[in-house]
């Protein structure tokens, strides 16, 4: 392993973290906040508890969740995207490293981006509702096993994406509405038991349910499913980008 | 002399059915200078390609200093630095920040102070805080150079090094090679600007349509390059040379016997003409014009890519 390289292409990407410092995390906090303002102020006072829990406090774990998956999605498909709009791509070609060292470096920094995005959104949280963490432990293992499993899925849309549109698309058509429909607002109990049946095929459920219970003690499904549909998922990932570097898919001619 | 690069039954056949490399077969000599040619298409760019790693061949091998290419991708890619075509950079680096990434890349410990004598080498000291986005061309290319070298390599490609570069700026990088294989790099190059190959090249080679057609030393193609001919048109059709004329054996005659065509070397202390044209008055031959040529490597070279065309060469 040439860990020199992975240390290279991690900093490199974080630097290019920190030069967009503003964008990075005053938006989702900003909006974060918003949702609170909507959600747990304006509609929310009108709902007073949904499972149990307060529903202010009840939404964090989802608007961490959605926060996580879509700046993990961006990150990585942007970071391996950009050299390859750019052709700096060469360079990570023709270097001495493995495709798993590329993977390590630039799905690591992804990752770490979104986690420390979703602890931001998860203090500025504190400053709206009362949050309590029953299994902090389970929460950060959530927290990081979503980090990166939708960073590789990132990183995945990256290099199947020949044009900006394409990276744009699969953030906002399939994560965006699934997380909206994965119980980030909801318990999955209030819906009809025909959409109930629906939501079940909607993975991102499986995540946010696991995650609410790390806080809560609260789940739409057993969290021992929960934690099992996060690592096939984390798996396919895994095997999809295998196939990708192992035929050269999009990368080499 | 030991080859540094081994290129074995190399093709390569794009999944557009387009055959860029034919068969090829290239050995690259330790420390020397080798110069690519050929015409735009020719598969200058996917040869190198081939052995940097960014493209994988369709059959045949490469061994780098004795790795194999792609079983031991990593040995083989530490010896090279790559200067690609495209002034492919990042925009909103420091040249800096991106010098040192590439050198970290191949997972060498951080050496500011070499990192800096490239810079000073190439010019790019003054610049090292500028964003990449905010230099000239020719600065960026240079900035190319600098990542290349930034491993310290022992083989370094220049993919036209020199295309839209100024005057002085090629000077300069002409400066930074000569430098470099005077250290022991060898340095394989490709370029438009056939002078340039004729300054810098130990060894010549000359691609078309994916075939390799010629490789040579320098120094013989221009040996071929020092002959001149002088051609003289004739008043009277001859059938044969006359015996007793001087110079006979640089002598011919076209198969139409108007013109007799004398071949000699710039270079030597007596080209012989003077000797030629008098014994030519003795024999009573006279003509009506006469022409001198010189061949340059260029013309060769647009011969050899023209006959390849033509299906004249294989």
């Given at each position: ?6 240390k290279?292409?991690?900093?490199f990407?974080?630097?290019?973290t ?10 989702p906090?900003?909006s ?5 303002v ?20 009840f ?13 993990s999605?961006m ?5 391996i ?12 070609l ?68 020949d ?28 819906l009809?038991?025909?959409w ?33 549909m ?24 | ?23 090829i ?7 020397e200078?080798?110069?690519l ?39 083989a890619?530490e010896?090279?630095g ?11 680096e ?7 990434f590439?050198?970290g ?19 790019l ?8 986005m ?12 600098a ?27 002409w400066?930074v090679?000569?430098d ?12 438009h ?17 994916g ?26 059709k ?10 006979s ?5 076209s ?5 007799l065509?004398?071949?000699?070397d ?7 003409i003077?000797?030629?044209?008098a ?18 490597l ?6 050899l890519?023209h ?8």
């Open positions: 392993m040439n860990w020199g390289a992975v290279a292409i991690y900093r990407e974080m630097a290019r920190g030069r967009t410092l503003m964008q990075s995390i005053l938006a906090v900003i974060t906040s918003l949702y609170f909507v959600f747990g102020a304006a509609i929310g006072s009108r709902i007073p508890e949904m499972e149990g829990v307060d529903y202010g406090s939404i964090v774990p989802g608007l961490i969740m959605l926060t996580l998956l879509m700046q999605v990150n990585a498909s942007f970071g995207y950009f050299p390859k709009f750019t052709g700096t791509i060469y360079e990570l023709s270097a001495p490293i493995s495709f798993v060292e590329i993977v390590i470096g630039y799905v690591g920094a992804a990752a770490t981006k979104s986690i420390i995005l979703g602890l931001i959104i998860l203090a500025t949280s504190y400053l709206f509702v009362p949050v309590r963490i029953a299994h902090p432990v389970w929460m950060i293992a959530f927290l990081v096993l979503t980090a990166v499993t939708f960073s590789l899925l990132g990183f995945i849309i990256g290099i199947w994406a044009g900006f549109e394409k990276l744009q698309v699969v953030p906002l058509l399939i994560i965006t509405p699934l997380t909206f429909l994965g119980g980030a607002f909801y318990s999955v109990n209030v009809p038991p025909f109930q049946v629906v939501t079940f095929f909607n993975p991102i459920v499986y995540l946010i349910s696991g995650f609410r219970w790390s806080f809560y003690e609260v789940a739409d499904v057993n969290v021992a499913i929960s934690l099992g996060t690592l096939a998922f984390l798996a396919a990932c895994l095997a999809i980008i295998w196939w990708i570097f192992r035929t050269g898919y999009r990368l080499k001619n | 002399m030991q080859d540094i690069i081994t290129i074995s039954g190399l093709s390569k056949t794009y999944a557009t059915g387009f055959n860029a490399l034919k068969n077969n290239l050995g690259i000599r330790r420390g200078i080798f110069a040619l050929g015409p735009n298409g020719a598969g200058k760019t996917t040869l190198i390609g081939v052995v940097c790693g960014i493209i994988n061949p369709s059959s045949g091998t490469v061994t780098v200093d004795g790795h194999d290419n792609v079983t031991d991708f990593r040995a890619r010896l090279i790559l200067v690609p075509q495209e002034l492919t950079t990042d925009a909103f420091s040249v800096w920040a991106t010098v040192s590439s050198r890349l191949f997972g060498k410990s951080k050496n500011p102070a070499y990192i800096e004598k490239i810079l000073k080498s190439l010019s000291w003054d610049k090292r805080n500028d964003k990449i905010t230099l000239s061309g020719g600065m960026k290319r240079r900035v190319l150079i990542k290349a070298l930034s491993h310290e390599p022992k083989i370094l490609f220049l993919d036209e090094p020199t295309a839209g570069v100024d005057v002085e700026l090629r000077k300069d990088m400066q090679v000569r470099l294989r005077a250290a022991g790099v060898t340095i394989i190059l490709t370029t600007y056939i002078e340039e190959a004729e300054d810098m090249a130990d060894r010549i080679g000359v691609i078309s349509n075939e390799i057609i010629l490789v040579e030393e320098k120094k013989a193609l221009m040996q071929k390059l020092g002959k001149k001919q002088l051609t003289l048109q004739l008043q009277e001859l059938t044969a040379l006359p015996a007793g004329i001087f110079g054996a640089q002598l011919s005659l198969e139409a016997g108007d013109e065509t004398y071949t000699y710039t270079q030597a202390e007596r080209t012989g003077t000797r030629l044209l014994s030519l008055t003795e024999a009573g031959i006279r003509f009506k014009d006469l022409s001198t040529k010189q061949s340059s260029e013309e060769i070279f647009v011969g890519v006959q390849d065309k033509n299906g004249a060469v294989k």
